[in-house]
């Protein structure tokens, strides 16, 4: 199983700002993927982030403002922009794991915008 | 569309109390059931995958089990360590690609 970080673990940022969150693999991986987790629900994915190519986004989810970079096969960032209060959520990356299925998750990324 | 359901939403078991929670889906072509555990304050740990109806998976206390319609993760004499949020997940074929659907979880709580 792959060993993900990621950064920060938590941020409270004001309205109209911008947070960056950073994922780090320790295997060179195709694909990496970003979940959002709301307060109390489940993991709905934002965004395929893969190397050498545009993120693929998911229906509700534009790059404007979710701008996700992949600058190599062990890390990649997710950009939260122009924050408002519903954006208030954990924020995870993910792998896929050798089975080609399962998924590995970071630790996630805890935003609370003020 | 694809859409996963878990039930209960919350389940309290003393401990040694043998249950079990279910994951209803519906997919355009089923590519694989999936659990997760998640703690507080941290990402889901995978458990099991299951792709095809009858498969079975064990790890520990926990089994897995899979039909056309839903999964079963029965845990058998629980401790308080196996309180957490249990996930139900499912991938479809229909787009190549990262189709992966979520339920919303079940909240075990495991008394001593």
């Known amino acids: 199983s792959a060993v993900i970080s990621q950064k920060p673990s938590r941020d409270i940022c004001q309205r109209g700002t911008s947070l960056t969150i950073q994922c780090q693999v320790d295997s060179q991986v195709t694909m990496m993927f970003w979940y959002r987790q709301q307060p109390g629900q489940s993991l709905t994915l934002i965004a395929t982030?893969?190397?050498?190519?545009?993120?693929?986004?998911e229906s509700g989810f534009v790059i404007d403002k979710f701008p996700i970079s992949r600058p190599n096969l062990t890390f990649s960032t997710l950009t939260v922009s122009n924050l408002s209060p519903e954006d208030s959520s954990i924020y995870l990356c993910s792998v896929l794991g050798t089975g080609g299925d399962e998924q590995y998750f970071g630790p996630g990324t805890r935003l609370t915008v003020t | 569309e694809d859409q996963v359901t878990q039930s209960p939403e919350a389940l309290r078991l003393q401990e040694g109390e043998s249950s079990s929670l279910n994951c209803s889906y519906t997919v355009s072509g089923l590519r694989g059931l999936f659990w997760y555990r998640q703690d507080p304050g941290k990402g889901p740990e995978f458990l099991f995958t299951?792709?095809?109806a009858g498969e079975e998976k064990e790890k520990e206390r926990l089994k897995a089990t899979l039909t056309k319609k839903e999964s079963f993760l029965h845990i058998t004499a629980p401790k308080p360590e196996d309180s957490a949020t249990y996930l139900c997940a499912v991938r479809s074929g229909k787009n190549y690609g990262q189709n992966f659907v979520f339920g919303p979880g079940t909240r075990l709580s495991v008394l001593p």
């Open positions: 299951l792709y095809s």
């Open positions: 982030a893969n190397q050498g190519s545009e993120a693929t986004y």
